[in-house]
């Protein structure tokens, strides 16, 4: 047996340090121990090794675990990726013993191993962090669960909300995230190992022993198909991907609802900044880093399916460019979660502005025009009475409650004295089928939502 390093002695340093992945995969060394711990187990169980050569490669990287945790384990970039380093320092520690670890096993299952374990442990902190979210939203929501605010389309006021239920809608989104993330989960939960560099190994291996030890829900079909395959690292970085636009589209109302213009919201200070020569300003730069962030993870996905859609069977060294963008995505996406669950705690409503918000416009055109239905017109004939009565309106520079009975008749002689009863809130009330924002469908979402949260 011959360590790692003599290997790689004649080639070109910079081909070699261009074609290194220890700079980053080194962050694989808890995922890579751990499965050559398990491998090394299976080995001894199946009398591929001894027993007692288990028990001692298992005490050496266990003690190389330890070194490269309190930051005493020297890389070296000669050695190319964190397999190679790890066993190269194996062999330090236990001599030739060392080369037996990589009995029945090839770099191609064992990096695909690695992966899938990064992946499922970031899985289950990605969802972590999202019911957090979750939890500040509902939060919010139960804060301001009275609070009317003016729900819009196409950024132009279109009909009462309650704040609650705008809050909740941010609440859905997150739960398909959820969803997505524990649909990846399941088929990311597939042990590769064993199956060598392609071909499968002509050794007695367990691997059913190894899926349990590793916590796999099973194992994999076809080795070929299990040392080339990345669609788990591919769902994720979607899933990730559309987490971040849902983030990106709640920073943007943050933004705009931030502003002085609508003045609905305040942020925290501590997700906010000041100017460098404007004093007052109190700009929301968590929110727009958020924005400019969603766009890296797009880049991430596209990356990684270019890299993928023309490489044949099985195992090709574009994959080497797996790792780079997934760890970004993972970063960015948690710490995106993270920063949004604390801004979503800390914000402050400002319910007056809000309120006054709601009588600029004529948010409650379509409740006339209901009005009119239940007094037996046919919707779209009420839609252009209430149509026309809003020019008039506008025209006059009247709000529906400043016009008098006579000029509602004007239009419609259904209009009686109880139009004035039309309001936000009886607005907000009608609307009680189920997903609407009446108090009692939302008070029924606050319920579900908070069972949802529950860790």
């Given at each position: 047996m011959t360590k790692p390093s003599q290997n790689l002695s004649r080639t070109d340093k910079q081909a070699r340090d261009y074609a290194a992945s220890i700079p980053f995969d080194r962050r694989l060394y808890r995922q890579d121990i751990e499965g050559s711990i398990a491998h090394a187990r299976m080995l001894a169980k199946q009398e591929i090794i001894a027993?007692?050569?288990a028990k001692t490669?298992?005490?050496g990287l266990n003690s190389i675990r330890k070194e490269i945790e309190r930051g005493k384990f020297q890389f070296k970039i000669e050695l190319e990726d964190i397999h190679m380093n790890i066993e190269a320092r194996l062999f330090d520690k236990i001599g030739e013993l060392a080369g037996k670890l990589h009995t029945a096993r090839s770099r191609n299952d064992q990096m695909a191993l690695d992966l899938r374990l990064f992946v499922k442990e970031e899985i289950g902190k990605t969802i972590d962090k999202i019911r957090d979210l979750q939890a500040s939203l509902v939060k919010l929501a139960e804060r301001n669960k009275d609070v009317?605010?003016?729900?819009?389309?196409?950024?132009?006021q279109a009909q009462p909300v309650l704040l609650?239920?705008?809050?909740?809608?941010?609440?859905?989104?997150?739960?398909?995230d959820k969803e997505r993330f524990e649909d990846c989960l399941g088929r990311t939960s597939v042990l590769p190992l064993g199956s060598g560099a392609l071909a499968g190994v002509p050794y007695p291996t367990d691997r059913e022993f190894l899926a349990r030890q590793l916590g796999f829900s099973k194992v994999s079909s076809n080795s070929l198909d299990a040392v080339s395959d990345r669609d788990f690292i591919i769902e994720y970085e979607a899933a990730a991907a559309i987490a971040m636009m849902h983030l990106s589209r709640l920073a943007e109302e943050l933004i705009l609802w931030s502003s002085s213009e609508f003045g609905f919201v305040e942020i925290d200070e501590a997700f906010t900044t000041g100017s460098s020569i404007m004093p007052q300003k109190k700009n929301p730069d968590v929110a727009e880093l958020a924005r400019g962030k969603t766009g890296r993870v797009y880049g991430h996905l596209m990356g990684m399916l270019a890299t993928m859609k023309s490489l044949p069977l099985a195992y090709n060294r574009d994959m080497q460019e797996d790792k780079e963008g997934l760890f970004d995505s993972v970063d960015t996406l948690q710490a995106s979660l993270g920063a949004f669950a604390g801004m979503i705690g800390t914000l402050k409503v400002n319910t007056d502005r809000i309120a006054q918000a709601m009588k600029t416009d004529y948010i409650l055109a379509t409740d006339l025009a209901d009005y009119l239905v239940k007094k037996g017109m046919p919707f779209r004939?009420?839609?252009g009475v209430v149509a026309r009565l809003s020019e008039?309106?506008?025209?006059r520079s009247k709000n529906?409650?400043?016009l008098g009975r006579k000029e509602y008749r004007e239009f419609s002689v259904l209009f009686t004295g109880d139009v004035y009863?039309?309001?936000?809130?009886?607005?907000?009330?009608?609307?009680?089928?189920?997903?609407?924002?009446s108090p009692q469908q939302v008070a029924k979402a606050l319920r579900r939502a908070r069972r949802l949260t529950k860790k």
């Open positions: 027993e007692s050569e490669i298992v005490k009317i605010m003016p729900g819009y389309t196409h950024l132009q609650a239920h705008h809050s909740l809608a941010y609440f859905e989104m997150l739960q398909r004939k009420a839609h008039y309106a506008l025209g529906f409650r400043e009863d039309i309001t936000p809130e009886s607005s907000v009330a009608a609307r009680n089928a189920v997903g609407g924002t």
